[in-house]
């Protein structure tokens, strides 16, 4: 089956101390098509993030796909955790370029 490199954004949070709005993360999914990769993608950050303490004093975050490509190397093994947090005065796209560089590489 394919597996697919899947960038999700989430925003309306606000977490303290550090008044974070955000963040930006990356799942990789075994799916047969980009479609269902991100949807899958989307199922996992949410419920990871209704598990996580650490987001409990926030409103839940709106949660959208930025990026679906598909990793054809057969060899590569990846993390399905992390994320890159944004203020509301950074915003999404500080956090964005990171993630979407990051893993530049997986092919």
Do not use: C, H
């Amino acid at each position: 089956m394919p597996r697919f490199r899947v960038v999700v954004v989430g925003t309306g949070m606000s977490v303290p101390p550090d008044e974070i709005a955000g963040f930006a993360t990356t799942r990789f999914v075994s799916s047969p098509s980009p479609e269902q990769a991100a949807q899958e993608a989307l199922r996992l950050v949410q419920a990871t993030v209704a598990a996580e303490a650490a987001f409990q004093s926030s409103p839940p975050p709106a949660l959208a796909v930025d990026l679906v490509s598909r990793v054809w190397s057969p060899f590569k093994r990846s993390p399905n955790s992390g994320y890159s947090f944004f203020s509301r005065e950074n915003g999404p796209d500080s956090v964005l370029d990171l993630e979407r560089a990051a893993g530049s590489g997986w092919w």
